[in-house]
């Protein structure tokens, strides 16, 4: 099933793919943001190796499969108006879902590669209590030294990060920088960095996500 989202700028179209149990009818949601080159579908398919029941699975689709067209490292403006767009995306799901019942305690935001980028940005840009909070090989948007003055607090928000130790897209330095902040926003955070792994997910990363969801159910 589709849902639409309605958004400004170059995401204006994009829709909002589920499975699993209906919204109304589940005990948590994950909503999952696909990196670049992907989509809504791919990520979807993460669904099968969490395996747990009375779970709303959630992927909004970006416009060619990119939600921003240059690094996340570049200058912000340079990523306009597609960031911007993008975040807008993820608060239009965010909404559609506690519409739907389901409180915003109870929604874990997870994204891989750029889609874990924007997921960490938009929570670290509208700090609150959520569900939890799962950066896959990703960091906070922005070029070395941006300000990090984000308003809010997390509330003890589950955090988990996980990456490679030597990922060809997502420096060491930045996660471990977005730890800190996110944690200085009153997340309990838990980074993990493997060696040698490259840019993908592996079962360890998928145990901790299954052990958040499950302490929200």
């Known amino acids: 099933m589709t849902h639409p989202l309605t958004v400004l700028g170059p995401h204006a179209n994009s829709k909002l793919h589920t499975t699993g149990a209906p919204l109304k009818e589940a005990a948590a949601a994950v909503l999952m943001v696909h990196g670049r080159g992907a989509g809504a579908e791919d990520i979807l398919t993460l669904a099968e ?74 929570v670290a840009r509208n700090a609150r209590r959520y569900g939890g909070l799962v950066g896959l090989s990703g960091g906070l948007i922005g070029p070395e030294g941006t300000p990090r003055n984000y308003k809010g607090a997390l509330e003890q928000t589950p955090v988990f990060l996980g990456c490679s130790d030597r990922d060809p897209h997502i420096p060491k330095a930045r996660v471990l920088e977005t730890a800190q902040v996110l944690e200085a926003l009153g997340g309990v955070v838990d980074a993990r960095i493997y060696p040698n792994m490259g840019h993908t997910i592996n079962m360890d990363e998928i145990a901790a996500v299954r052990e958040i969801i499950g302490n929200v159910m």
């Open 49 to 122: 190796p969490l395996a747990l029941d009375n779970i709303a699975y959630l992927a909004p689709q970006a416009k060619d499969g990119t939600w921003y067209p240059y690094p996340f490292m570049m200058p912000f403006e340079m990523n306009e108006p597609w960031l911007s767009s993008a975040l807008a995306v993820v608060g239009a799901a965010l909404a559609y879902i506690e519409g739907e019942g389901v409180p915003l305690e109870r929604v874990i935001l997870l994204g891989f590669s750029q889609g874990a980028c924007l997921a960490n940005e938009y």
